[in-house]
């Protein structure tokens, strides 16, 4: 078990409590969401290729097929879908919507980020897989727009994850959002779309932050 007995009060929910399942074989097994759900090793920082030549290729690849993935976090949400309709069609771009975290590779937050919602962004993040870009839509996401001084929104986003572009407005318009892909493009070309990296790396920083706004921290400190 990853939790100690000091903190186990804090996972004492029925989401988390171990149960019999059933499975289509018509076998039952034991289901625990901590260990099962949940992972405690920590982020690992993945070194380029040896060979730039590979690294070259591969950073081209990547730039050509971004997998996005489609959590509203805001009002700009309501400019994500207007990019894959015929007249704007980020396909041509490759660029591509998925449900899901395991599928992506592009984080969208768009535009002002609840803390409770910010928890879930954590998790959402960390259970993509590397490499991994964040695109932050919005003054929001720069100093918390108009909500700068709300008691229950953040200021800025990159005290939390890290963010690789940053497309401005409020909201920022369809074309705005593309220029901002074709500047991720241009980043993971160049080798410059480190953030995932830069997450492993400053680690304990960030989950110090995360940890010093979410008050009801009640999951495993990495939770992929």
């Given at each position: 078990?990853?939790?100690?007995?000091?903190?186990?009060?804090?996972?004492?929910?029925?989401?988390?409590?171990?149960?019999?399942?059933?499975?289509?074989?018509?076998?039952?097994?034991?289901?625990?969401?901590?260990?099962?759900?949940?992972?405690?090793?920590?982020?690992?920082?993945?070194?380029?290729?040896?060979?730039?030549?590979?690294?070259?290729?591969?950073?081209?690849?990547?730039?050509?097929?971004?997998?996005?993935?489609?959590?509203?976090?805001?009002?700009?949400?309501?400019?994500?879908?207007?990019?894959?309709?015929?007249?704007?069609d980020v396909f041509r771009f490759g660029i591509q919507m998925r449900?899901?975290?395991?599928?992506?590779?592009?984080?969208?937050?768009?535009?002002?980020?609840?803390?409770?919602?910010?928890?879930?962004?954590?998790?959402?993040?960390?259970?993509?897989?590397?490499?991994?870009?964040?695109?932050?839509?919005?003054?929001?996401?720069?100093?918390?727009?108009?909500?700068?001084?709300?008691?229950?929104?953040?200021?800025?986003?990159?005290?939390?994850?890290?963010?690789?572009?940053?497309?401005?407005?409020?909201?920022?318009?369809?074309?705005?959002?593309?220029?901002?892909?074709?500047?991720?493009?241009?980043?993971?070309?160049?080798?410059?779309?480190?953030?995932?990296?830069?997450?492993?790396?400053?680690?304990?920083?960030?989950?110090?932050?995360?940890?010093?706004?979410?008050?009801?921290?009640?999951?495993?400190?990495?939770?992929?």
């Amino acid at each position: 078990m990853m939790v100690d007995d000091k903190n186990k009060k804090k996972f004492d929910n029925p989401h988390y409590a171990k149960r019999e399942v059933i499975g289509p074989d018509g076998k039952s097994f034991i289901v625990d969401p901590m260990n099962d759900y949940f992972c405690d090793a920590r982020p690992k920082v993945h070194e380029p290729n040896i060979i730039p030549a590979v690294e070259k290729f591969l950073n081209w690849a990547r730039s050509k097929s971004l997998w996005v993935l489609g959590f509203g976090t805001g009002c700009g949400s309501i400019e994500i879908p207007p990019l894959i309709t015929p007249r704007f069609d980020v396909f041509r771009f490759g660029i591509q919507m998925r449900p899901t975290p395991r599928q992506s590779n592009v984080f969208i937050i768009s535009g002002y980020l609840s803390v409770k919602t910010l928890k879930r962004v954590i998790r959402s993040y960390e259970q993509m897989q590397n490499p991994k870009y964040v695109l932050a839509l919005g003054s929001c996401t720069v100093n918390g727009g108009m909500y700068y001084d709300s008691y229950n929104t953040i200021n800025r986003l990159d005290y939390y994850l890290p963010v690789d572009v940053y497309i401005a407005g409020c909201m920022p318009r369809p074309e705005a959002i593309i220029a901002g892909f074709n500047k991720l493009k241009e980043l993971i070309r160049e080798g410059k779309g480190e953030g995932a990296n830069l997450y492993a790396k400053n680690f304990d920083w960030y989950k110090a932050n995360q940890k010093k706004i979410i008050k009801d921290w009640n999951m495993p400190d990495y939770n992929w």
